[in-house]
Nanobody, 126 residues
Framework: QVQLQESGPGLVKPSQTLSLTCTVS??????????WSWIRRPPGKGLEWMGA???????YYSPSLKSRTSISRDTSKNQFTLQLSSVTPEDTAVYYC??????????????????WGQGTQVTVSS
């Protein structure tokens, strides 16, 4: 059974960098065909795909967030990390990590999300 767990600060000040880690158990982030993705849900809005890192370490980002987003991984810890810079209160959301099958170079629209973390609330406020 694959499990994902998000961790990181729940409160970030405006203009700072938000950093979250997803720890994966029950499966390796280097297994071929899988993409490891970050998604968020702002209050009162739908899910927004932010980006992903694949089994080889290649990264893919939402065009709207690409300039502020960086996804990396630590294969020794089976973790992948999201960094979102220059945050504003509009970045307040529940952030999720997920395992995905079927992304492309254009993103993960229409792909299959088979395992999710429970989500972590991040609030951007001074």
């Amino acid at each position: 059974q694959v499990q994902l767990q998000e961790s990181g600060p729940g409160l970030v000040k405006p203009s700072q960098t938000l950093s979250l880690t997803c720890t994966v158990s029950g499966g390796s982030i280097t297994t071929i065909i899988y993409y490891w993705s970050w998604i968020r849900r702002p209050p009162g809005k739908g899910l927004e795909w932010m980006g992903a890192i694949d089994y080889s370490g290649s990264t893919y980002y939402s065009p709207s967030l690409k300039s502020r987003t960086s996804i990396s991984r630590d294969t020794s810890k089976n973790q992948f990390t999201l960094q979102l810079s220059s945050v504003t209160p509009e970045d307040t959301a529940v952030y999720y990590c997920a395992r995905v099958i079927g992304c492309s170079v254009y993103g993960c629209d229409g792909a299959r999300y088979d395992y999710w973390g429970q989500g972590t609330q991040v609030t951007v406020s001074s």
